[in-house]
């Protein structure tokens, strides 16, 4: 919470699927306000291969690492989502420059893990890297772990032990004092891998339990349902160790459920928000969901946020009653539903009219709100709008052609509230080799969604 005000972010910049034959890469932004270079790529580095789909990234080192003075935050772990390769980054000789340092082939993947589509990575308190997967080489679902060395980055094996095996896997949060992960589901990579198709629904194609581990065994103990087509993505405890409760966000469902330690010692879940979806014409389906698909807890655990992908939304709920969430700050940035657009909503319980399309510095934003990080006094949160690549190009087209975008979201940590930083803007559409497709955003020094506290 009192660390230094960020200057540069890391952001892994995606062509697959965009029509231009480019390896994805890793940009350096800065955003440090009194720079002459703020809101500009100030570094970028290519990846060896195409086709890759650079998606979440980690640490090596991060605060489950906290008090071994040997540790050093000085690589950046890149999982390729589709072609599962695991880069690692050296950001430690240059912080405004990464250079390539190791390439973990797909094949040791396949071969040593069984595993395919790498996505989330954390680091350990034992110095050792644990990558989630979501299926198998042959792309059906599973939902296992990837280990690596920490200190040569080879492939040590799986984490998980025992015959039980969750059917998907996405994200993971871990909690040592309580001897727990949880991992969720989004789907079955080969049905997600070409787009969204809503006859995949109701055919078990997509994810709807969370998944709970012994720590200490690396068994796989329960599974808890959310809801048939739920698609449970990103998971986060509260960042206090001693808290035995986080939030999962589900994007198909586009509820929050929050998951707690029972009584009895198992883990429970109890939704604590819905988004309603919208009747709408000339859209996919009748009801148009919001598409949860990011979500944070401010570092003192007093706010979550979540963007709604589809709707175009960004919201920000006090939880400072854990089980009653409370709205306190909304903004639309865009999204498929806005005045002007191809979808009309019929009915709608929240809004009284279609959200005006969004436009900053002229520019009007293709896309809507995905990805969000929180700065680390939690005043300023930074957007980008692109999922993933197959699915930009089928709901947002116009995304895919002209590049997807960053914003910045003042914050109002006192009242709560959300306001458009109307003077940022990074436009990933004005990429030396073409427009490119934005994803996550990570700060050197570690931020509130990869660091975790044992």
Excluded at 147 to 159: H, P, Q, V
Excluded at 345 to 365: A, N, Y
């Amino acid at each position: 919470l009192k660390g230094p005000r960020e200057e540069i972010v890391y952001v892994p910049c995606i062509y697959r699927n965009t029509g231009r034959k480019k390896p994805d890469f890793l940009a350096t932004v800065d955003v440090n306000p009194q720079s002459p270079h703020y809101c500009q790529v100030i570094h970028r580095l290519p990846m060896p291969n195409l086709g890759d789909e650079l998606h979440h990234s980690g640490w090596n080192a991060c605060s489950s690492c906290f008090g071994d003075a040997t540790k050093k935050r000085n690589r950046l772990i890149l999982p390729s989502l589709i072609s599962s390769r695991i880069y690692v980054v050296d950001v430690g000789t240059d912080l405004r420059a990464p250079r390539l340092f190791k390439v973990v082939n797909s094949e040791d993947v396949f071969w040593k893990c069984n595993l395919g589509y790498p996505h989330t990575s954390h680091c350990l308190g034992s110095g050792e890297i644990m990558i989630s997967t979501l299926g198998d080489p042959a792309g059906s679902g599973k939902g296992g772990f990837i280990l690596l060395d920490g200190e040569t980055f080879e492939i040590k094996g799986n984490w998980e032990k025992g015959d039980k095996m969750p059917p998907m896997g996405y994200d993971f949060w871990y909690q040592p004092r309580h001897n727990v992960l949880i991992s969720t589901e989004w789907g079955i990579p080969k049905c997600l891998g070409y787009g969204f198709d809503p006859n995949d629904l109701k055919k078990g194609r997509y994810g709807r339990r969370l998944n709970v581990w012994d720590w200490t065994t690396h068994t796989y103990v329960q599974a808890i349902d959310v809801g048939e087509d739920a698609a449970p993505l990103e998971i986060r405890f509260l960042h206090n160790p001693d808290a035995a409760e986080g939030y999962v966000g589900c994007t198909i469902s586009s509820a929050i459920h929050r998951f707690y330690k029972t009584e009895r010692g198992d883990w429970a879940a109890e939704k604590v928000i819905q988004v309603p979806s919208k009747k709408v014409e000339g859209w996919l389906l009748p009801d148009m969901p919001g598409f949860i698909t990011d979500i944070l807890i401010s570092l003192d655990d007093r706010f979550l946020y979540f963007s709604n992908w589809l709707h175009g939304d960004i919201r920000q709920y006090d939880i400072s009653d854990t089980r009653k969430p409370k709205l306190v700050g909304q903004v639309f940035v865009g999204g498929s539903i806005t005045k002007g657009g191809p979808v009309t909503v019929c009915r709608d319980e929240e809004l009284q009219s279609q959200p005006d399309p969004f436009f900053i510095k002229g520019k009007r934003v293709p896309g809507g709100p995905q990805m969000i990080q929180l700065s680390l006094d939690g005043k300023r949160l930074y957007v980008t709008t692109s999922l993933y690549s197959a699915w930009d190009r089928q709901f947002y087209p116009d995304l895919v052609k002209d590049g997807s975008v960053m914003l910045q979201l003042d914050v109002d940590t006192e009242q709560g509230g959300l306001t458009v930083n109307g003077s940022f803007l990074v436009d990933f559409g004005k990429e030396p080799e073409g427009p490119c497709l934005a994803h996550e955003i990570r700060y050197p020094g570690g931020d509130c969604t990869s660091d975790i506290w044992v």
